[in-house]
């Protein structure tokens, strides 16, 4: 049975697709809706096409429901991070950007590289990760009023006051129903009883790995996830004369180096093997930033280990080099 390529540009209100068959491009605008997703399901079958490899960017949650609405159809989806597009975009020597031309381009992409396939979350993963999100929007926005309350009028105080008074009740009861979710799940459970055993992650930054990295068994080894989260350092050398300084390579996961940034700090402060790591980074004449994403790696490298192993975080154990 042939596989067809469809490339999907995915927005808020709606998608463009882009079918490659025999060298030629077909495309379809659809809601981004199951009434949209409906209206595609048809269109392929018009097509006669009984199986394609999918493929959108990392766009947040827009492209989530069609992603698993194609998946559940029994189609190849792969979702790829956006900066891959853009490089292969480069190489292409493109300069024209609409929503058509970028579907056509990401099926382009998804023939040349055929990115790996993507499995859906399960529901639990997918509650988790929205609620997660749903207690981050939530603190952004207590900070914001925080922050307004030194030079909002008078008149106006006691109204930011009410509002950031009720987003600490909606966080501690969110956060309550996270708490729940978790001990209804064994799975969860354990993991979280896993990760509890690591100084410095705490009970606020559990919910975060467990919802983000919902499947270890896609990484073969440390390098991979740490690649994925973005920490892995970033080089730039070329002949003799061009050495830059080693960068944070950040082409990763936004939400889980937020996450692992105040942990690597107080672990810093708690965890011996840490501050000996610290200390001997220290003396080589590191900075502090240097510092604190090497220490982040290496609590990349441990929550690996243990969730791994589901064994208990042991300090005794020889630490891995970071």
């Known amino acids: 049975m042939s596989v067809w390529v469809l490339g999907i540009d995915i927005a808020k209100q709606k998608f463009d697709v882009a079918l490659l068959i025999d060298g030629k491009t077909k495309h379809k605008v659809c809601k981004n809706s199951a009434e949209g997703f409906e209206i595609l399901r048809l269109w392929l079958e018009k097509q006669k096409t009984q199986k394609v490899h999918a493929c959108m960017e990392a766009t947040g949650n827009y492209g989530e429901d069609l992603a698993i609405y194609l998946h559940d159809a029994g189609h190849i989806v792969s979702i790829v991070n956006p900066a891959r597009i853009k490089g292969f975009a480069q190489s292409e020597l493109i ?181 000996m790591f610290y200390n001997r980074l220290k003396d080589k004449g590191k900075n502090g930033k240097v510092i604190v994403c090497a220490i982040m790696r290496k609590l990349v490298h441990v929550i690996f280990g243990v969730l791994k192993s589901g064994k208990m975080y042991d300090p005794n154990y020889k630490p891995i080099s970071a």
Not at 146 to 160: Q, Y
Not at 205 to 210: C, K, R, S, V
Not at 226 to 231: E, S
């Open 95 to 275: 300069r024209t950007k609409t929503d058509k031309l970028d579907a056509a381009l990401i099926a382009r992409f998804c023939l040349a590289m055929k990115p790996g396939p993507w499995s859906p979350p399960s529901p639990e993963i997918r509650s988790l990760r929205a609620l997660v999100r749903r207690v981050d929007s939530l603190i952004d926005m207590r900070s914001q009023e925080k922050n307004r309350i030194g030079t909002a009028h008078k008149s106006v105080v006691l109204l930011i006051k009410k509002h950031i008074a009720y987003l600490d009740k909606e966080i501690e009861r969110i956060r309550k129903q996270i708490a729940d979710l978790i001990d209804q799940n064994p799975d969860l459970k354990r993991k979280r009883d896993l990760l509890d055993s690591i100084p410095a992650i705490g009970k606020a930054t559990i919910p975060h790995i467990l919802a983000e990295i919902d499947d270890l068994g896609k990484f073969d080894h440390v390098r991979q996830l740490v690649a994925f989260i973005g920490l892995a350092p970033k080089e730039t050398l070329s002949g003799s004369s061009i050495k830059g300084k080693p960068r944070l390579c950040k082409i990763g996961h936004a939400r889980l180096r937020k996450a692992l940034y105040m942990p690597a700090l107080v672990s810093i402060q708690c965890n011996p093997v840490m501050i």
